[in-house]
């Protein structure tokens, strides 16, 4: 017996990979639904061998279906979620709408899978930022050995994170400097982001921080533990696909970067590529499509008492969004609703 499951906004970057990874992990599915906006429906998407058309998210009853994965944006998740909720559905958020909400858990199955329970409040688990998933699925292992005092990371997050039009708009620039003619302004990036990088994603605050800096910061907090510190630097790349992250990590106690290696190895959701060599390392071109988050360079940092430094790498719309959603949704299904 499997599950009805819901995927809204099927359509777009983050819901066409839903699909695929539902497909790829064979979730038991009894039925599926797939939603999109009125301006969108009876579109055809793919899902394994089938081609599905969406239906009318406006007109859509939740009723009767088990889980609806939510790729559509904070303002109209914030209309349609609770109407899922209270039909019963357990909704699995991509948003960043309730990732802050006290009474609702942020979940990394890999990090704090026993949080799922708080499912109950609402009805509704939140699926975190894509920077910050990959992050916190490296540093809950070393945390439980040697506990983590401080973070300071600085991010090369790929242009997919801002969606469709931002691929297509590094895509056009990058043509526009080989093709007279095809030069293309800048439109969804504050600068040109073809041949550039821009330590801007999301809006500024008061702090100076920048949003995605934030989160960072308030997502690490509430998945791992209150008492990190943590401060991020979140630049936007000109690659495609796939975030990586330079990460400094301070320590209560000494950990041995050998061991850490060890550690990292064993951890789930991970896969240690760390050779001191050429090409020794994972880069974002070897992640897309895999479901691990990359740990690479792996040293001591001397500069501080406990320190370490590592390099990692993920797929965002797998591991930073879709993959996690699914992750949920199978967690979900184990512990609490036991259909499949």
Known sequence: ?????????????VGHEMLNILDEREFPID????????????TEVSFGERTLKTDDLDTFDFTGWDMALFAIGSEATAKYAPIAAK???VVIDNSSLYRYHPD?????????????????????IANPNCSTAQMVVALKPLHDRATIKRVVVSTYQSVSGGGKEAMDELWMQTKGMYVPGQEREAKIFTKQIAFNVIPHIDVFMDSGDTKEEWKMVAETKKIVDPAIKVT????????????????NI????????DEARDILREAPGILVVDKRENGGYTTPVECVG??????????????????????????????????????????????VLKKG
């Not at 017996?1 to 970057?13: D, E, K, L, Q």
């Not at 039925?31 to 009876?42: D, K, N, P, Y």
């Not at 301070?250 to 970067?257: G, I």
Request: charged share 25%; aromatic share 6%; hydrophobic share 45%.
């Open 87 to 89: 039909a019963g559905c």
């Open 104 to 124: 609702i858990p942020l979940i990394v199955p890999e990090v704090n899978p026993d949080d799922i329970e708080m499912y109950k409040n609402k009805n509704i």
């Open 250 to 257: 301070e320590f209560e106690d000494f950990l041995d970067e």
């Open 290 to 335: 895999e479901y691990a988050t990359f740990i690479s360079r792996i040293r001591q940092d001397t500069t501080i008492e406990n320190g370490l430094n590592l390099w990692c790498v993920s797929d965002n719309l797998r591991k930073g969004a879709a993959l996690n959603a699914v992750q949920i949704a199978e967690l979900l299904g184990r512990r």
């Open 1 to 13: 017996m499997g599950y009805r499951i819901v995927v809204v906004g099927a359509t777009g970057n």
């Open 232 to 247: 991020a630097t979140c630049v936007r790349v000109p690659v495609f696909v796939g975030h990586s992250e330079a990460v």
């Open 31 to 42: 039925e599926i639904a797939v939603l999109a906006s009125r301006r969108s429906l009876g």
